[in-house]
Nanobody
Framework: QVRLVESGGGLVQAGGSLRLSCTASERSFDAYAMAWFRQAPGKEREIVAA????????NYADSMKGRVAISRNSGESTVYLRMYNLKPEDTAVYYC??????????????????WGQGTQVTVSS
């Protein structure tokens, strides 16, 4: 069973930065899209950022544009999410996701077949 293991979450003050990492246990997703989603209490899971198989194409949630960057290192089967100028409303559990359906930077949850366990990001005001 391929696993996605996230790290890098935590508590940060408003205006601060964080970098999340997600590493796949196997090189199963090199030809497919990967993404980060988040879910706040009482809300639906939503896209934060997605990256294509090559890393050349990305998509970002409107609420995060200019404050987030996604990248991947296929040689290490790792995807990163760098977040800047964090706000209290960014508080959520952040999930890494990998697709076995598409290589494009899809933003819908239905394209992603594998999910990490989630990492908590809390932004204090």
């Amino acid at each position: 069973q391929v696993r996605l293991v996230e790290s890098g979450g935590g508590l940060v003050q408003a205006g601060g930065s964080l970098r999340l990492s997600c590493t796949a246990s196997e090189r199963s997703f090199d030809a497919y899209a990967m993404a980060w989603f988040r879910q706040a209490p009482g809300k639906e899971r939503e896209i934060v950022a997605a990256v294509s198989w090559s890393g050349d194409s990305t998509n970002y949630a409107d609420s995060m544009k200019g404050r987030v960057a996604i990248s991947r290192n296929s040689g290490e089967s790792t995807v990163y999410l760098r977040m800047y100028n964090l706000k209290p409303e960014d508080t959520a559990v952040y999930y890494c996701a990998a697709s076995t359906i598409t290589g494009t930077a899809a933003t819908q949850t239905g394209f992603y077949t594998h999910w990490g366990q989630g990492t908590q990001v809390t932004v204090s005001s």
